[in-house]
């Protein structure tokens, strides 16, 4: 219960509770979260389509790559449009998360 956190926490740390349950909050925007998880669905399933194509490259007969090339460029392009912060966070080579 909420009587008993008050008891068992330092005037510091109740101070801080108090400063958390002052602030403004929103209720997060529930499209954007299902679009975001879809999004994140779908592109596992296009890395896992791209690491498949990556494993049958070398081994396929020439005429075969370059319609897996193809493929993996279509790929490419719509896994950088799901998940366009991934594609940055190896270009700068740092984490989005902070």
Do not use: C, F, Y
């Not at 602030?23 to 791209?50: C, F, H, I, Q």
């Amino acid at each position: 219960p909420p009587a008993t956190l008050l008891e068992v926490l330092d005037a510091s740390s109740r101070v801080l509770l108090a400063q958390l349950l002052e602030e403004a909050w929103e209720p997060p925007d529930l499209n954007a979260v299902v679009s975001g998880a879809l999004n994140r669905l779908e592109a596992r399933r296009v890395e896992r389509e791209l690491r498949e194509i990556d494993r049958r490259l070398p081994l396929a007969p020439e005429a075969e790559k370059s319609t897996l090339a193809k493929q993996k460029e279509v790929l490419s392009r719509e896994l950088s449009r799901l998940h366009p912060g991934r594609w940055n966070v190896i270009r700068k080579g740092r984490s989005s998360a902070r």
